[in-house]
């Protein structure tokens, strides 16, 4: 069992940055491959970013490529998201979530995840 909490959002001016955490329970969070959505309102849950359990292997979506970077830090059971270059586009509701299979393609995938936190509003004002 995991339990994440993610923090760190809020409301930026377009061209800022922003930097997301989310904190996990348990004693197994370096088995996890680990992830983050967002889910705009109206509109479905959509992969952002993922990382190795080891944190040696990243995946992006193509739309934050080069503007958004994953991060994490397995002594701290921590995942993080620094945001920057922000657009109105992505304002959403940011989820962390862990899977404990190995990152691959599946690794964009919701139903690939087992745990979800309860999720951190960023709204990016134009």
């Known amino acids: 069992q995991v339990q994440l909490v993610e923090s760190g959002g809020g409301l930026v001016q377009a061209g800022g940055s922003l930097r997301l955490s989310c904190a996990a329970s348990?004693?197994?969070?370096?088995?996890?491959?680990m992830g983050w959505f967002r889910q705009a309102p109206g509109k479905e849950r959509k992969f952002v970013a993922a990382?190795?359990?080891?944190?040696?292997?990243?995946y992006y979506a193509d739309s934050v490529k080069g503007r958004f970077t994953i991060s994490r830090d397995n002594a701290k059971n921590s995942v993080y998201l620094q945001m920057s270059s922000l657009k109105s586009e992505d304002t959403a509701v940011y989820f962390c979530?862990?899977?404990?299979?190995?990152?691959?393609?599946?690794?964009?995938?919701?139903?690939?995840?087992?745990?979800w936190g309860q999720g951190t509003q960023v709204t990016v004002s134009s």
């Open positions: 990382i190795s359990r080891s944190g040696g292997s990243t």
């Open positions: 979530a862990a899977h404990p299979g190995p990152i691959g393609i599946a690794s964009m995938t919701r139903m690939s995840y087992d745990y």
């Open positions: 348990g004693r197994t969070f370096s088995s996890y491959t």
